[in-house]
Protein backbone atom coordinates (compact mmCIF):
# COMPACT_ATOMS: atom_id res chain seq x y z
CA UNK A 1 0.00 0.00 0.00
CA UNK A 2 0.67 3.84 -0.37
CA UNK A 3 1.50 5.86 2.11
CA UNK A 4 3.00 9.47 2.72
CA UNK A 5 6.30 9.69 5.24
CA UNK A 6 9.52 12.08 6.01
CA UNK A 7 11.97 10.71 4.28
CA UNK A 8 14.38 13.20 5.38
CA UNK A 9 14.30 15.74 8.86
CA UNK A 10 12.95 18.84 7.98
CA UNK A 11 10.27 20.57 5.64
CA UNK A 12 7.26 20.00 3.42
CA UNK A 13 9.70 18.69 0.94
CA UNK A 14 10.94 15.78 2.58
CA UNK A 15 7.17 13.85 2.06
CA UNK A 16 7.65 11.33 -0.27
CA UNK A 17 5.43 8.64 -1.18
CA UNK A 18 6.56 4.91 0.13
CA UNK A 19 5.09 1.48 -0.30
CA UNK A 20 4.60 -0.41 2.93
CA UNK A 21 2.86 -4.28 3.22
CA UNK A 22 -0.58 -3.36 4.06
CA UNK A 23 -0.99 -3.93 8.21
CA UNK A 24 -3.20 -6.95 9.80
CA UNK A 25 -5.47 -5.48 12.62
CA UNK A 26 -4.57 -7.09 15.88
CA UNK A 27 -6.82 -7.83 18.81
CA UNK A 28 -9.44 -5.02 19.12
CA UNK A 29 -7.92 -2.82 16.53
CA UNK A 30 -9.84 -2.38 12.71
CA UNK A 31 -8.41 -1.84 9.51
CA UNK A 32 -9.22 1.43 7.90
CA UNK A 33 -9.18 2.15 4.12
CA UNK A 34 -8.64 6.11 4.45
CA UNK A 35 -11.04 8.28 2.16
CA UNK A 36 -9.30 11.29 3.13
CA UNK A 37 -7.20 13.22 5.70
CA UNK A 38 -7.39 17.09 6.76
CA UNK A 39 -3.93 19.39 7.53
CA UNK A 40 -4.16 21.78 10.93
CA UNK A 41 -1.23 24.37 11.76
CA UNK A 42 0.08 22.40 14.13
CA UNK A 43 0.90 19.86 10.54
CA UNK A 44 3.32 22.65 9.77
CA UNK A 45 5.21 22.50 12.75
CA UNK A 46 5.46 19.09 13.15
CA UNK A 47 6.84 19.16 9.09
CA UNK A 48 9.44 21.26 10.85
CA UNK A 49 11.21 18.89 13.82
CA UNK A 50 8.85 20.87 15.89
CA UNK A 51 5.79 20.03 18.37
CA UNK A 52 7.92 17.81 19.94
CA UNK A 53 7.56 15.60 16.93
CA UNK A 54 9.65 12.48 16.65
CA UNK A 55 10.14 13.57 12.64
CA UNK A 56 13.73 13.63 13.54
CA UNK A 57 13.80 9.83 13.26
CA UNK A 58 12.73 10.03 9.94
CA UNK A 59 9.74 7.47 8.72
CA UNK A 60 6.72 9.72 10.72
CA UNK A 61 3.93 9.24 8.40
CA UNK A 62 2.18 12.80 8.76
CA UNK A 63 -1.95 14.22 9.49
CA UNK A 64 -3.51 13.61 12.97
CA UNK A 65 -6.98 14.07 10.87
CA UNK A 66 -8.44 11.47 9.17
CA UNK A 67 -11.56 9.48 8.48
CA UNK A 68 -12.61 5.91 5.85
CA UNK A 69 -13.91 2.51 5.55
CA UNK A 70 -13.50 -0.47 8.07
CA UNK A 71 -12.36 -3.39 6.02
CA UNK A 72 -11.41 -5.41 8.54
CA UNK A 73 -11.42 -5.81 12.29
CA UNK A 74 -9.60 -8.17 14.89
CA UNK A 75 -10.65 -10.36 17.78
CA UNK A 76 -12.66 -8.51 19.73
CA UNK A 77 -13.93 -5.44 18.22
CA UNK A 78 -17.51 -5.40 18.80
CA UNK A 79 -18.95 -2.06 18.43
CA UNK A 80 -17.47 -1.97 14.32
CA UNK A 81 -18.26 -3.33 11.21
CA UNK A 82 -16.60 -4.35 8.09
CA UNK A 83 -18.18 -1.27 5.80
CA UNK A 84 -18.63 0.96 8.55
CA UNK A 85 -17.39 4.47 7.95
CA UNK A 86 -15.01 5.99 11.15
CA UNK A 87 -13.23 8.75 11.95
CA UNK A 88 -10.34 8.80 14.03
CA UNK A 89 -9.98 10.75 17.60
CA UNK A 90 -6.83 12.86 17.56
CA UNK A 91 -5.60 11.05 21.17
CA UNK A 92 -5.89 7.52 20.81
CA UNK A 93 -5.00 6.73 24.48
CA UNK A 94 -7.70 9.41 25.94
CA UNK A 95 -11.10 7.93 26.53
CA UNK A 96 -12.20 10.21 28.74
CA UNK A 97 -11.84 13.00 31.69
CA UNK A 98 -9.38 15.49 32.76
CA UNK A 99 -5.93 15.06 30.40
CA UNK A 100 -2.97 12.61 31.25
CA UNK A 101 0.72 12.89 31.04
CA UNK A 102 0.18 9.36 29.43
CA UNK A 103 -2.58 10.04 26.88
CA UNK A 104 -0.82 13.53 25.50
CA UNK A 105 2.05 11.06 24.16
CA UNK A 106 -1.18 9.06 22.04
CA UNK A 107 -1.75 11.80 19.20
CA UNK A 108 -1.14 10.52 15.73
CA UNK A 109 0.56 12.03 13.13
CA UNK A 110 3.18 12.92 15.81
CA UNK A 111 3.79 10.30 18.79
CA UNK A 112 2.32 7.42 16.48
CA UNK A 113 1.88 7.28 12.93
CA UNK A 114 -0.77 9.43 11.17
CA UNK A 115 -3.13 9.09 8.95
CA UNK A 116 -1.75 10.09 5.30
CA UNK A 117 -1.34 6.40 3.97
CA UNK A 118 -3.96 3.83 2.39
CA UNK A 119 -4.81 1.81 5.48
CA UNK A 120 -4.44 2.20 9.03
CA UNK A 121 -4.75 -0.33 11.74
CA UNK A 122 -6.56 1.93 14.66
CA UNK A 123 -7.79 0.73 17.86
CA UNK A 124 -11.25 0.05 17.68
CA UNK A 125 -11.57 2.48 21.05
CA UNK A 126 -9.88 5.10 19.06
CA UNK A 127 -12.32 5.54 16.30
CA UNK A 128 -16.00 6.72 16.11
CA UNK A 129 -18.72 6.38 13.40
CA UNK A 130 -19.06 9.24 10.83
CA UNK A 131 -21.88 11.63 11.08
CA UNK A 132 -23.77 9.89 7.43
CA UNK A 133 -24.37 13.07 5.95
CA UNK A 134 -20.70 13.96 6.01
CA UNK A 135 -17.72 13.27 3.49
CA UNK A 136 -14.89 11.43 4.68
CA UNK A 137 -12.88 15.16 3.80
CA UNK A 138 -15.39 16.62 6.36
CA UNK A 139 -15.29 13.63 8.89
CA UNK A 140 -11.45 14.03 8.70
CA UNK A 141 -11.65 17.82 10.02
CA UNK A 142 -13.60 16.47 13.32
CA UNK A 143 -10.44 14.83 14.68
CA UNK A 144 -8.31 17.84 15.74
CA UNK A 145 -9.96 21.16 14.63
CA UNK A 146 -13.65 20.48 15.55
CA UNK A 147 -12.91 18.68 19.19
CA UNK A 148 -10.60 21.54 19.91
CA UNK A 149 -13.16 23.95 19.55
CA UNK A 150 -16.18 21.78 20.91
CA UNK A 151 -13.83 21.29 23.68
CA UNK A 152 -13.25 25.07 24.00
CA UNK A 153 -17.23 26.45 24.02
CA UNK A 154 -19.38 23.11 24.70
CA UNK A 155 -16.66 20.88 26.83
CA UNK A 156 -14.78 23.28 29.24
CA UNK A 157 -16.45 26.04 27.49
CA UNK A 158 -20.30 25.36 28.59
CA UNK A 159 -21.46 28.19 26.53
CA UNK A 160 -24.99 29.17 26.91
CA UNK A 161 -27.69 30.78 24.56
CA UNK A 162 -27.04 34.42 24.21
CA UNK A 163 -23.14 34.31 25.18
CA UNK A 164 -21.10 36.60 23.49
CA UNK A 165 -18.05 34.41 21.93
CA UNK A 166 -15.17 36.06 19.78
CA UNK A 167 -13.17 33.53 18.10
CA UNK A 168 -10.01 34.55 15.98
CA UNK A 169 -9.14 34.19 12.26
CA UNK A 170 -11.39 32.31 9.68
CA UNK A 171 -8.82 29.34 9.70
CA UNK A 172 -10.13 25.01 11.00
CA UNK A 173 -10.48 26.05 14.60
CA UNK A 174 -12.11 29.36 14.16
CA UNK A 175 -15.13 28.57 12.12
CA UNK A 176 -15.61 25.32 14.16
CA UNK A 177 -16.23 27.37 17.27
CA UNK A 178 -18.49 30.13 15.11
CA UNK A 179 -20.47 26.91 14.22
CA UNK A 180 -20.58 25.09 17.60
CA UNK A 181 -21.56 29.01 19.09
CA UNK A 182 -24.37 29.08 16.51
CA UNK A 183 -25.41 25.62 17.11
CA UNK A 184 -26.21 26.55 21.07
CA UNK A 185 -27.49 29.94 20.42
CA UNK A 186 -24.89 31.88 21.39
CA UNK A 187 -23.64 35.69 19.55
CA UNK A 188 -20.28 35.43 17.78
CA UNK A 189 -17.68 38.02 16.69
CA UNK A 190 -14.79 36.67 14.54
CA UNK A 191 -11.44 38.97 13.46
CA UNK A 192 -10.01 37.72 10.04
CA UNK A 193 -7.09 40.10 8.32
CA UNK A 194 -9.53 39.79 5.20
CA UNK A 195 -13.01 41.99 4.66
CA UNK A 196 -13.79 39.13 1.96
CA UNK A 197 -12.90 36.38 4.83
CA UNK A 198 -15.57 38.42 6.95
CA UNK A 199 -18.60 38.96 4.81
CA UNK A 200 -17.92 34.70 4.16
CA UNK A 201 -17.50 34.05 7.83
CA UNK A 202 -21.31 36.78 8.21
CA UNK A 203 -22.84 34.25 5.58
CA UNK A 204 -21.83 31.35 7.79
CA UNK A 205 -23.59 33.24 11.04
CA UNK A 206 -21.31 35.01 12.27
CA UNK A 207 -23.25 38.21 14.04
CA UNK A 208 -19.76 40.88 13.71
CA UNK A 209 -16.99 41.01 11.98
CA UNK A 210 -13.58 42.43 12.75
CA UNK A 211 -10.19 43.20 10.41
CA UNK A 212 -7.37 43.01 12.81
CA UNK A 213 -5.15 44.19 10.07
CA UNK A 214 -6.84 47.74 10.46
CA UNK A 215 -8.26 48.05 13.79
CA UNK A 216 -5.57 47.35 16.06
CA UNK A 217 -8.20 47.81 19.09
CA UNK A 218 -10.09 44.62 17.43
CA UNK A 219 -10.15 43.56 21.72
CA UNK A 220 -12.06 46.96 22.63
CA UNK A 221 -14.57 46.77 19.58
CA UNK A 222 -15.48 43.01 20.23
CA UNK A 223 -16.05 44.50 23.87
CA UNK A 224 -18.11 47.17 22.48
CA UNK A 225 -20.39 45.41 19.95
CA UNK A 226 -20.68 42.94 22.83
CA UNK A 227 -22.11 45.40 25.27
CA UNK A 228 -22.73 44.47 28.91
CA UNK A 229 -19.77 44.04 30.19
CA UNK A 230 -17.60 42.33 27.45
CA UNK A 231 -17.33 38.97 25.84
CA UNK A 232 -17.78 35.24 27.95
CA UNK A 233 -15.31 33.37 25.96
CA UNK A 234 -12.45 34.63 24.01
CA UNK A 235 -11.18 31.81 21.16
CA UNK A 236 -7.49 32.45 22.01
CA UNK A 237 -5.39 31.61 18.53
CA UNK A 238 -2.91 33.87 17.99
CA UNK A 239 -1.01 34.35 21.37
CA UNK A 240 1.87 36.65 22.06
CA UNK A 241 0.12 39.29 19.47
CA UNK A 242 -3.56 38.78 20.09
CA UNK A 243 -3.20 38.05 23.87
CA UNK A 244 -3.26 41.68 24.77
CA UNK A 245 -6.37 42.45 22.99
CA UNK A 246 -8.38 39.54 24.06
CA UNK A 247 -7.52 40.21 27.62
CA UNK A 248 -9.12 43.61 26.87
CA UNK A 249 -12.57 42.01 25.58
CA UNK A 250 -13.81 39.08 28.06
CA UNK A 251 -15.61 40.67 30.51
CA UNK A 252 -14.76 39.75 34.16
CA UNK A 253 -15.56 36.21 35.17
CA UNK A 254 -14.77 35.78 31.67
CA UNK A 255 -12.77 32.70 29.99
CA UNK A 256 -9.96 33.18 27.97
CA UNK A 257 -9.81 29.67 26.18
CA UNK A 258 -5.75 28.82 25.20
CA UNK A 259 -5.39 27.04 21.86
CA UNK A 260 -3.07 28.58 19.07
CA UNK A 261 0.17 30.62 19.01
CA UNK A 262 -0.09 31.42 15.61
CA UNK A 263 1.87 34.97 16.33
CA UNK A 264 4.42 33.14 19.22
CA UNK A 265 4.49 30.97 22.01
CA UNK A 266 5.40 33.67 24.71
CA UNK A 267 4.20 36.53 26.39
CA UNK A 268 5.62 39.62 28.01
CA UNK A 269 3.07 41.85 27.74
CA UNK A 270 0.40 41.15 29.64
CA UNK A 271 -0.48 42.52 32.90
CA UNK A 272 -1.19 40.02 35.58
CA UNK A 273 -3.11 42.57 37.89
CA UNK A 274 -5.78 42.49 34.87
CA UNK A 275 -6.49 38.92 34.95
CA UNK A 276 -6.35 38.45 38.49
CA UNK A 277 -8.61 41.53 39.61
CA UNK A 278 -11.15 40.96 36.83
CA UNK A 279 -11.37 37.07 37.98
CA UNK A 280 -10.76 35.78 34.41
CA UNK A 281 -10.51 32.37 33.83
CA UNK A 282 -7.34 31.21 32.01
CA UNK A 283 -8.82 27.55 30.26
CA UNK A 284 -5.96 25.95 28.41
CA UNK A 285 -7.66 23.82 25.48
CA UNK A 286 -5.68 20.73 23.87
CA UNK A 287 -8.33 18.74 21.86
CA UNK A 288 -10.28 16.89 23.69
CA UNK A 289 -11.05 13.03 25.01
CA UNK A 290 -12.62 10.75 22.69
CA UNK A 291 -16.18 10.44 24.82
CA UNK A 292 -15.91 14.33 23.78
CA UNK A 293 -15.05 13.12 20.19
CA UNK A 294 -18.55 11.05 20.15
CA UNK A 295 -20.82 13.61 21.88
CA UNK A 296 -19.51 16.48 19.39
CA UNK A 297 -20.04 14.03 16.70
CA UNK A 298 -24.17 13.22 17.60
CA UNK A 299 -24.57 17.06 17.95
CA UNK A 300 -23.31 17.37 14.17
CA UNK A 301 -25.67 14.75 13.22
CA UNK A 302 -28.85 15.90 14.89
CA UNK A 303 -27.44 19.36 13.37
CA UNK A 304 -27.07 18.69 9.95
CA UNK A 305 -23.71 20.88 10.23
CA UNK A 306 -21.24 20.84 7.69
CA UNK A 307 -17.47 21.64 8.39
CA UNK A 308 -16.28 24.11 6.34
CA UNK A 309 -13.83 22.78 3.49
CA UNK A 310 -11.61 25.15 1.43
CA UNK A 311 -9.69 22.96 -0.72
CA UNK A 312 -9.55 18.75 -0.95
CA UNK A 313 -5.98 17.92 -3.11
CA UNK A 314 -5.36 14.87 -4.13
CA UNK A 315 -2.59 12.50 -2.35
CA UNK A 316 0.31 13.33 -5.05
CA UNK A 317 -0.48 17.20 -4.27
CA UNK A 318 0.57 16.93 -0.68
CA UNK A 319 3.70 19.12 -0.42
CA UNK A 320 1.17 21.23 -2.54
CA UNK A 321 -1.57 20.76 0.44
CA UNK A 322 1.11 22.20 3.09
CA UNK A 323 2.49 25.20 0.81
CA UNK A 324 -1.57 26.66 1.05
CA UNK A 325 -1.99 26.68 4.78
CA UNK A 326 1.32 28.07 5.07
CA UNK A 327 0.17 30.60 2.68
CA UNK A 328 -3.05 31.52 4.36
CA UNK A 329 -5.23 31.39 1.96
CA UNK A 330 -7.33 29.39 3.03
CA UNK A 331 -10.86 29.98 4.63
CA UNK A 332 -11.94 26.90 7.15
CA UNK A 333 -9.82 23.05 6.28
CA UNK A 334 -7.83 21.93 3.78
CA UNK A 335 -8.07 18.30 3.01
CA UNK A 336 -5.91 15.48 0.91
CA UNK A 337 -8.69 13.14 -0.64
CA UNK A 338 -6.76 9.50 -0.02
CA UNK A 339 -8.87 6.95 -1.47
CA UNK A 340 -8.25 8.01 -5.39
CA UNK A 341 -4.51 7.27 -4.61
N1 LIG B 1 -4.52 23.49 21.65
C1 LIG B 1 -4.97 22.65 20.73
O1 LIG B 1 -5.39 21.53 21.03
C2 LIG B 1 -4.98 23.08 19.31
C3 LIG B 1 -5.73 22.36 18.37
C4 LIG B 1 -5.80 22.85 17.07
C5 LIG B 1 -5.09 24.02 16.73
N2 LIG B 1 -4.35 24.64 17.67
C6 LIG B 1 -3.64 25.88 17.35
O2 LIG B 1 -4.62 26.85 17.00
C7 LIG B 1 -4.10 27.73 16.03
C8 LIG B 1 -5.02 27.70 14.81
O3 LIG B 1 -4.95 26.42 14.22
P1 LIG B 1 -5.73 26.10 12.87
O4 LIG B 1 -5.34 24.72 12.46
O5 LIG B 1 -7.15 26.44 13.00
O6 LIG B 1 -5.00 27.16 11.90
P2 LIG B 1 -5.33 27.57 10.42
O7 LIG B 1 -6.50 26.80 9.89
O8 LIG B 1 -4.07 27.51 9.65
O9 LIG B 1 -5.80 29.09 10.60
C9 LIG B 1 -4.93 30.14 10.42
C10 LIG B 1 -5.74 31.43 10.32
O10 LIG B 1 -5.66 32.13 11.55
C11 LIG B 1 -5.67 33.52 11.31
N3 LIG B 1 -4.49 34.16 11.92
C12 LIG B 1 -3.19 34.00 11.62
N4 LIG B 1 -2.44 34.79 12.39
C13 LIG B 1 -3.29 35.48 13.17
C14 LIG B 1 -3.14 36.47 14.16
N5 LIG B 1 -1.93 36.94 14.51
N6 LIG B 1 -4.24 36.95 14.77
C15 LIG B 1 -5.48 36.49 14.44
N7 LIG B 1 -5.68 35.55 13.50
C16 LIG B 1 -4.60 35.06 12.89
C17 LIG B 1 -5.67 33.72 9.81
O11 LIG B 1 -7.02 33.99 9.43
P3 LIG B 1 -7.39 35.21 8.46
O12 LIG B 1 -6.81 34.82 7.12
O13 LIG B 1 -8.87 35.24 8.49
O14 LIG B 1 -6.75 36.44 9.03
C18 LIG B 1 -5.19 32.37 9.28
O15 LIG B 1 -5.70 32.08 8.02
C19 LIG B 1 -2.66 27.25 15.76
O16 LIG B 1 -1.77 27.97 16.59
C20 LIG B 1 -2.70 25.80 16.16
O17 LIG B 1 -1.44 25.28 16.51
C21 LIG B 1 -4.27 24.19 18.94
Redesign the pocket.
Known amino acids: MRAMAFAETTGFDAIAAIDRPTPEPGPGEALVKMGAASL???DL?IAKGGYRSRQKQQGLVPLSDGAGTVTKIGTNVHQFNEGDRVTACFFQDWPAGTATEHAMESDTGRAVDGMLQEYCVIPASGLVHTPDHLSDAEAASLT??GL?AWSAIVRLGQAQPGDAILT???????LFALQFAKILGARVAI????DA?LERAKALGADHGIN?STNEKWGQAAKDWAGGDGIDNVIE???T??IKQSLIAVRPGGTLSL?????GATTGNVLLPFIISRDVRLQG???GPMDAMAQMCKAIEASKMHPVIDKVFPLNETINAYQY?AS?A?FGKVCISIDDA
Open positions: NYRLCATQGTGGVSTSSSKYLGGETIGVLSVTVVGH
